[in-house]
């Protein structure tokens, strides 16, 4: 079975800082992995995905995220963080039935 | 502008009483999602449908129901059974068979009972 998890439910940052978002993955295939974000009361937007081929993936608003296949890891980092991006981010796996599972999150905090 | 539609975004039920999220979608996707979303707890799968007239339990369906008449809908009804129903709903859609896309969610409805 598929499964991520997610280490630090909060993280804070001041603004300006690296901002590192861990993830680890567990997977019997290949794992398809993704990172989501979502400001309060809305939807979850796509950030970045893993798919195969390049291992560093870059994504929307500066984001992007290295696939280790040898740590299992698929960290999410931003050089400088910036007050627009506190929000909460989700990792996530699609499994062998084409579900999404998630981690349960982690909320950045950005000091200014 | 393709995308997927929640309604309402704000929702109060008594206790005792069934309720019924929308999820419309015009982004031609075959499957469509439900996920419950607590603080501190992530996503959880409650049900989803690959195929029009076919849905599976995901993780948490218990006193949940839904339908899949039409490829464009997916609606949750939350029933009296479901003991604990103060959450946030998020529908979403993907397409079927292809691992490396990603899922498309809706602005999501926050469900308090009162």
């Known amino acids: 079975a598929q499964s991520v998890t997610q280490l630090g439910s909060h993280v804070s940052v001041s603004e300006g800082a690296l901002v590192l978002l861990r993830c680890n993955y567990s997977s019997s295939v290949p794992p398809y992995l993704f990172w989501y974000v979502q400001y309060p009361n809305q939807g979850l937007q796509l950030l970045l995905k893993?798919?195969?081929?390049?291992?560093l993936v870059k994504g929307i608003n500066g984001f992007e995220a290295e696939f280790k296949k040898s740590e299992t890891s698929f960290h999410l980092t931003k050089p400088s963080a910036h007050m627009s991006d506190a929000a909460e981010y989700f990792c996530?796996?699609?499994?062998?039935?084409?579900?999404?599972?998630f981690g349960s999150g982690t909320r950045l905090l950005v000091r200014p | 502008d393709g995308g997927i539609t929640q309604s309402p975004k704000y929702l109060f039920r008594k206790e005792g009483q069934n309720v019924t999220l929308s999820c419309e979608q015009n982004l031609n996707h075959d499957a469509m999602y439900w996920y419950r979303q607590d603080p501190g707890q992530g996503l959880r799968l409650i049900y989803y449908s690959q195929i029009v007239n076919d849905f599976q339990k995901g993780d948490i369906a218990e006193g949940y129901s839904v339908s899949r008449e039409k490829k464009e809908s997916f609606p949750l009804t939350v029933t009296s059974a479901q003991k604990n129903p103060t959450a946030f709903y998020l529908c979403?859609?993907?397409?079927?068979?292809?691992?490396?896309?990603?899922?498309?969610f809706g602005q999501g409805t926050r469900l308090t009972v009162v």
């Open positions: 893993y798919t195969t081929g390049a291992t």
């Open positions: 996530a796996v699609m499994d062998s039935s084409y579900k999404l599972i």
């Open positions: 979403a859609s993907s397409i079927v068979g292809v691992r490396n896309t990603e899922a498309f």
